[in-house]
């Protein structure tokens, strides 16, 4: 009975650690998420800010407006690839808190197999025990009968 004590102790703790490991992984995706969507609000703002400047091009644009229009653009791309970075970084930590919730699932899942195993055997070995019983019950009955019969 105290190694199913054990047992269920290390289940407890490991469901502990299996639910914290989660949450820190959703946290991680939620991160990445908003990372992906920020890089996204860049893209498209580069994007209408460079079709802005085509549509003034063709109107016609000073050599000092067309060098700010390119200054901008440049320090958007410097936005988005620094945006890039942090969206890299963002999916390591997905990948390491993933892998961390996968190693604490399967320890968990490890310990429940090890309580599934005793359980079975405590079963068997009561189920055994209880037919003993039986059998020397109706054993006794047997020579009771025999001699009172």
Same mark, same amino acid.
């Given at each position: 009975?105290?190694?199913?004590?054990?047992?269920?102790?290390?289940?407890?703790?490991?469901?502990?650690?299996?639910?914290?490991?989660?949450?820190?992984?959703?946290?991680?995706?939620?991160?990445?998420? /908003?990372?992906?969507?920020?890089?996204?609000?860049?893209?498209?703002?580069?994007?209408?800010?460079?079709?802005?400047?085509?549509?003034?091009?063709?109107?016609?644009?000073?050599?000092?407006?067309?060098?700010?229009?390119?200054?901008?653009?440049?320090?958007? /791309?410097?936005?988005?690839?620094?945006?890039?970075?942090?969206?890299? /970084?963002?999916?390591?930590?997905?990948?390491?808190?993933?892998?961390?919730?996968?190693?604490?699932?399967?320890?968990?899942?490890?310990?429940?197999?090890?309580?599934?195993?005793?359980?079975?055997?405590?079963?068997?070995?009561?189920?055994?025990?209880?037919?003993?019983?039986?059998?020397?019950?109706?054993?006794?009955?047997?020579?009771?009968?025999?001699?009172?019969?």
């Amino acid at each position: 009975m105290a190694q199913q004590s054990a047992i269920a102790t290390l289940i407890e703790l490991a469901e502990k650690d299996a639910d914290e490991a989660a949450k820190v992984l959703g946290k991680a995706i939620s991160a990445h998420e /908003d990372t992906i969507s920020k890089l996204n609000l860049l893209l498209q703002y580069r994007s209408d800010y460079e079709a802005k400047l085509q549509n003034m091009a063709a109107g016609g644009l000073t050599i000092s407006q067309f060098s700010n229009f390119n200054a901008f653009i440049a320090k958007l /791309d410097e936005a988005v690839n620094g945006q890039q970075m942090v969206v890299r /970084d963002a999916e390591r930590r997905v990948e390491l808190a993933k892998t961390n919730w996968q190693a604490i699932e399967k320890r968990r899942l490890s310990y429940q197999t090890l309580k599934n195993r005793a359980d079975t055997a405590q079963q068997q070995k009561e189920a055994k025990r209880d037919q003993k019983q039986t059998d020397d019950f109706a054993s006794r009955s047997y020579l009771n009968k025999l001699r009172n019969g």
